[in-house]
């Protein structure tokens, strides 16, 4: 109906109105941001800082940074998109000064408001649908949660989608369901609501690049340039770690079983540098996640589900 498609297209409108207005520049001046700063922990707590930017590579480059403070919001925003293209600084967005713009799917950073109350209220459906994982950042309580990897991330949203058919398909009545409406029809799969769990996996790179880069001094070129090594880097070892799995599986031929090996052979040990230089290679190679790690994920979750039955 007319109103149907008002309702659809309204959404639309004003994403592209808020990214006319707000999004965030393809070239980011590093003083507009945490790694300007004097020293480690001036702005920011440097766990905090170490967190927020691990967990943000571990997901992808995607982030919701939530706070009741529009400039302590925003200028964490600018420090995560420095970690992004200029394509994808492009499709990320500040926050608004004086009220708050809705969740929107598919942007990778974006800053949001706190109501009068103090809380934010995300569309589960929305933050389930996106296209990678999330890190969420709330810069209040210096919090950092991410959801689960990407092959983790797409079982859940195909699960998801096919609890959301059969509900469909279960409706009798031709009204219409709000599209942020979380369905509990399909017995066997009940979306776990705290989809964004603590960051589980330490890792090394980043963490010797903060230490690194605040030892240089700041408001020369020292900085920027140091961080364009660091993005430099983190893309050769994604691409090398394609590589390895290219050869491993003659081209993905055969399945890929040497994870052990891969981990001891190009020095990604610990898990969250690990998962930071698979993020990194999803981007260049989508589906390779799923590739990896599908046949042990598979095994598991229908484990634990067989067990959550009894």
């Not at 967005?93 to 934010?120: E, H, I, N, P």
């Not at 090394?204 to 920027?224: A, C, H, N």
Request: aromatic share 8%.
């Amino acid at each position: 109906s007319y109103d149907q498609h008002i309702l659809e297209i309204v959404p639309i409108m004003e994403l592209l109105a808020s990214m006319k207005t707000h999004s965030v520049p393809e070239d980011i001046d590093i003083k507009d941001t945490v790694l300007n700063d004097d020293d480690i922990g001036d702005s920011c707590h440097e766990d905090f800082l170490h967190k927020a930017i691990s967990s943000h590579l571990q997901t992808c480059g995607c982030s919701i940074v939530v706070g009741s403070n529009p400039e302590k919001v925003n200028k964490i925003v600018r420090t995560l998109c420095l970690f992004l293209t200029p394509a994808e600084r492009k499709c990320s967005r500040l926050c608004k000064a004086d009220s708050s713009f809705k969740y929107d799917t598919g942007l990778f950073v974006q800053g949001l408001l706190k109501d009068s109350t103090g809380s934010f209220v995300l569309p589960f459906r929305q933050v389930l649908y996106s296209p990678y994982p999330t890190t969420h950042i709330d810069v209040d309580i210096n919090t950092v949660k991410q959801m689960p990897p990407c092959h983790e991330h797409t079982y859940n949203q195909r699960r998801y989608m096919r609890s959301e058919l059969s509900a469909l398909w279960k409706t009798d009545c031709e009204e219409d369901i709000p599209p942020d409406t979380v369905i509990h029809t399909d017995e066997t799969f009940t979306p776990d609501l705290n989809i964004f769990q603590d960051v589980m996996h330490k890792d090394t790179l980043v963490k010797s690049f903060i230490d690194e880069v605040f030892m240089l001094k700041p408001g020369l070129s020292l900085r920027s340039t140091y961080l364009a090594q660091f993005l430099l880097l983190l893309h050769r070892k994604a691409l090398a770690l394609l590589k390895y799995i290219e050869d491993e599986t003659q081209k993905g031929k055969k399945p890929f079983r040497s994870l052990r090996n891969l981990k001891t052979d190009l020095d990604l040990t610990v898990e969250g540098d690990l998962h930071i230089v698979m993020a990194f290679a999803e981007k260049l190679r989508a589906g390779l996640h799923s590739f990896v790690f599908a046949k042990s994920m598979y095994t598991s979750m229908q484990e634990r589900d067989v067990l959550m039955s009894f």
